[in-house]
């Protein structure tokens, strides 16, 4: 992830954002509360880009084998390889971008079901009353 994001926060995003490739009931309200202070487009990018590319696969497959959790280490392992080659490689680049605008598509419902409850919580913070001192 190209950012100032620490390590640990990249891979408390990644940890959060793969849990909506599961195969059981997805929390996006969980998942919301966990990715909710990134700033919307940063948030998109890593969900598409970074995960997408590691954690789609599971639900592209006729029996999946992830249905509780990805691990968290294989998952920042396998992440970090994928930008590595990808910075490293012009060929893994190009198949990098044609992956992501497919699953782009095949994953915008998923997306759309976190963006509803990133937007619930963004309303009810701002309906929140400020505390006054």
Known sequence: M???LSDTHCEDIWEALSDAFIDNEVHYEF???RVA?????QRKQIFY???APQCGPNLLTVIPPIWSGFDRRDLAESI???LERNRHSALARFKHRITVALLRWH???IWEE???ELNKKAA??????TPVE
């Open 107 to 109: 994953f915008r419902c």
């Open 80 to 82: 970090r390889e994928m």
């Open 49 to 51: 880009t970074e995960v």
């Open 2 to 4: 190209e950012s100032t």
């Open 31 to 33: 998942i919301a509360r």
């Open 124 to 129: 009810a913070a701002s309906d929140s009353p």
């Open 37 to 41: 202070g990134i700033p919307r487009d």
């Open 114 to 116: 976190l963006e509803v």
